[in-house]
């Protein structure tokens, strides 16, 4: 390990060497979850026509009478052109939602306040409760042609499909998805699929990776398991490196003798930005670039891997995919004093209960996996001169994703 940094520095670091992916064209119906990269605007008034916001009748308002009768001379249905009511006075078009309004008309009156009289008459009850303008959603009245309705930046949700649908969308712009390798080492560990001897453990690191991978719709392209042997790492990330964006690795970095990674990826030339964060848990984290690939490098310990994604690797994501910027955490305030260091950023564990209070759910240990489950994610409390943070005072939260 090399000189402990700040979190916030090396968040700072990941973000300004990370670079935007390239952009690529999507069809519409596979952009929900990707990032757009383009401007949408609108290509036509919204609405591009007076619409009409029920079902019933189109009036001019200053033809309601004492008698509040209309004749009914025309239909118009959703889907058929603007018609007109003509010269007659009295006369009305029996419209639906979705149609567009008769241009000489300035009022539709739903049927619910209607009478039906005979086939061709109707009577329009409480006469004066009708004004020009009720009932239609007027032309260009929620934005005007050439308005631009979507940023780049933001992540396609069902929203942003609907509005650029309606903008005549067949493909989007959109962050052309990273390639990433997933990586455990250990030779204590052994797939799910083996029985593990008394020394063994199974890994489960990398499947809880790309399981949270797979939530943001970017699943591993390789997973990949080190032995705790240095020529075996070098030659394996080394071709690993050659094939992916991103390298997610855990485990192998601290100092213990057979932690291998940090001085293999130093001999494959890749730049080391910070290995040492002063924090816990997650001490060892570090990041290694090189112009075709980064690689994370995740202490192993369960706790320490899980929390350094979500503090790290989660938003060099949203980066990466050129999201603006990663949602604001929300802030929980302590059910009870809390201890705290005066050198190191402490991620605890915390469930979060009604009113945002945080109730503490500190792990016996970073290698404690079964904990983490009564816990909702984390706050993030910095470093102070005091013992510790008192009851009632506010954190940003992180919930596990
Ligand atoms: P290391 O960072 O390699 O020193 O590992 C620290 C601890 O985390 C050890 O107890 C490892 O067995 C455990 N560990 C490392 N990688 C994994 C993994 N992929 N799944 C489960 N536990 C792991
Ligand atoms: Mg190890």
New binding site residues.
């Given amino acids: 390990m090399r000189e402990l940094i700040t979190p916030r520095r090396a968040k700072d670091i990941i973000l300004a060497t990370l670079k935007k992916l390239p952009s690529v064209a999507c069809p519409i119906s596979q952009c929900a979850g990707r990032i757009l990269r383009e401007r949408v605007s609108a290509d036509r008034p919204f609405p591009p026509f007076n619409r009409s916001m029920m079902d019933g009748y189109a009036i001019r308002t200053a033809e309601i009478d004492a008698s509040g009768t209309f004749k009914i001379i025309a239909q118009a249905p959703a889907g058929a052109p603007e018609l007109t009511l003509g010269n007659e006075p009295g006369v009305c078009a029996e419209i639906m939602t979705g149609a567009v309004v008769p241009s000489d008309a300035d009022c539709v009156v739903p049927y619910e306040v209607t009478r039906q009289i005979d086939e061709t008459h109707m009577q329009v009850i409480n006469r004066k409760d009708h004004a020009a303008g009720d009932f239609i959603h007027a032309y260009a009245s929620d934005r005007p042609i050439g308005e631009v309705l979507l940023a780049p930046g933001i992540c396609i949700g069902s929203r942003e499909i609907a509005v650029a649908a309606s903008c005549g969308c067949k493909t989007l712009l959109v962050s052309e998805k990273p390639s990433i390798a997933v990586v455990?080492?250990?030779d204590?560990?052994v797939d799910i699929t083996a029985t593990p001897a008394a020394h063994q453990?199974?890994?489960?690191?990398?499947l809880m990776i790309d399981a949270a991978l797979k939530r943001r719709d970017l699943p591993a392209a390789q997973l990949a398991h080190l032995p705790d042997e240095p020529n075996a790492c070098q030659a394996q990330l080394q071709a690993l490196i050659a094939q992916h964006d991103l390298i997610i690795l855990?485990?192998?970095?601290?100092m213990?003798k057979k932690?291998y990674i940090p001085a293999a990826l130093d001999a494959l030339g890749l730049h080391c930005q910070f290995h040492g964060v002063a924090q816990k848990p997650g001490k060892?984290l570090g990041f290694w670039s090189h112009p075709e690939c980064a690689v994370f490098t995740l202490?192993?310990?369960?706790l320490s891997?899980l929390t350094c994604w979500h503090q790290y690797v989660l938003p060099a994501l949203d980066h990466f995919m050129g999201q603006d910027s990663s949602p604001i955490p929300p802030q929980l305030s302590l059910e009870a004093p809390v201890k705290a260091r005066d050198d190191i950023t402490i991620f605890l564990p915390v469930s979060r209960k009604a009113n945002n209070i945080a109730s503490a759910q500190p792990a016996n240990n970073s290698?404690d996996l079964v904990r983490i489950l009564q816990s909702d994610g984390y706050i993030e409390l910095p470093p102070t001169q005091e013992k510790g943070y008192p009851t009632g005072k506010s954190f940003d939260f992180h919930p596990w994703y």
């Fill in positions: 455990s080492t250990g204590e560990l453990i199974r890994r489960s690191n990398d855990s485990g192998g970095i601290s213990g932690d060892p202490p192993g310990n369960p891997t290698g």
